[in-house]
């Protein structure tokens, strides 16, 4: 039987050991587990930060998709799995916070520790060749027969499809909500006329918009937007100001450890994200897409995501839409 010395001794020289294997860090290739489908938001924005953030790491990210479960449970709970040691990172979205309440994994954002990338704003946007020319043809179309147009915004507690409950609301329409693991399946629906109509971010809609295969409705937040190749695609606030009372509802795409990761791990995360956030392929691409970025990483971030969490987490509650009580998750009401 060892003595109590000879456990402290090796409780020491284990923890000095792990001291001395977290300030080597890296020394292998990184892990990306993506949350949501390739070609998302979620997704391309994390192999943009990436790469970028490879260049101030003397090993490669690797990013790899893991979608489905609810709100990318499936993605987070493998992520979450891995030991806490920095080799295995989190692609995910504001979508993502809505899966504990929605019954996809029994953990809140309080598990992780972020770094924020951005986001893009939302609109709605039906088949090219669809009757409905302008968003007031669509919704009374919904109105007048409840149920029979189907709407494609992503998985289900998502921030899209979300969205999509507040345009509900707001308007006073309802759609056929057919869900997807993800925005560029969702996407692809609605350019086969699989659906109808499809909510996700314009930068992921961006390129189907200026090659003729979807077509713009309106943005879901208070201003319109001209773009390039599509024209102008005004607010929906403007035909319809009862939805200033539930959006706009903003996206926020990042990548994430274990919060329980060693300080010298998040450092060395830390200083590569600040950097590849700073740098012109970053900047460039953000522009080009219509993103907004952040760059806030850590407690900021978490909070951020942690308020998401809240009030996503609450009206959907609020909505009838969610399995659990967010009262039980210890997820304050906003």
């Known amino acids: 039987m060892k003595t109590f010395a000879a456990l402290c001794v090796a409780a020491l020289v284990g923890g000095a050991a792990a001291q001395a294997q977290a300030a080597d860090y890296p020394t292998r290739d990184i892990t990306d587990v993506v949350t949501w489908s390739a070609g998302g938001g979620t997704d391309v924005s994390n192999r943009v930060v990436a790469a970028e953030m490879a260049k101030f790491l003397p090993v490669r990210i690797n990013v790899v998709n893991k979608p ?3 709100a990318g449970s499936i993605g987070m709970s493998y992520a979450h799995s891995q030991p806490a040691d920095g080799y295995t990172l989190v692609g995910v979205a504001d979508s993502n916070t809505t899966s504990a309440v929605m019954g996809g994994w029994d953990q809140t954002f309080k598990e992780w520790y972020p770094f924020l990338i951005g986001g893009s704003p939302d609109l709605i946007s039906v088949t090219a060749d669809s009757p409905y020319k302008t968003l007031s043809d669509l919704i009374e179309a919904a109105k007048a027969n409840p149920g029979s147009i189907k709407a494609s915004a992503g998985g289900a507690g998502g921030i899209h499809h979300i969205n999509l409950l507040a345009l509900e609301k707001g308007t006073g329409a309802s759609f056929n909500f057919i869900p997807y693991p993800g925005s560029a399946p969702a ?5 086969t006329g699989e659906v ?3 909510i996700t971010s314009l930068a992921e809609q961006l390129q189907l918009l200026r090659a003729g295969k979807i077509r713009p409705l309106a943005m879901l937040v208070e201003d319109g937007v001209t773009v390039e190749g599509v024209g102008e695609i005004a607010s929906g ?3 319809y100001p009862g939805l ?6 903003q996206q926020t795409l990042g990548i994430a450890i274990r919060k329980d990761a060693p300080d010298d791990v998040k450092a060395v995360l ?3 994200f600040k950097k590849a956030m700073a740098t012109d392929a970053v900047k460039k691409w953000a522009d080009e897409n219509f993103y907004v970025l952040s760059g806030k990483t850590g407690e900021e971030a978490q909070k951020q995501y942690l308020k998401l969490e809240s009030v996503f987490s ?5 909505l009838g839409a969610a399995k659990v009580d967010p009262a039980t998750l210890g997820i304050a009401k906003p």
Do not use: K, R
Not at 244 to 249: A, D, R
Not at 314 to 318: E, F, M, P, T
């Open 244 to 249: 200033s009372e539930y959006l706009p509802i």
């Open 196 to 198: 109808t109509a499809v």
């Open 270 to 272: 830390t200083d590569a």
């Open 68 to 70: 489905g479960g609810v």
């Open 187 to 191: 996407q692809n629906a609605a350019m």
């Open 237 to 239: 606030f403007g035909e």
């Open 314 to 318: 609450w009206a959907l509650h609020d």
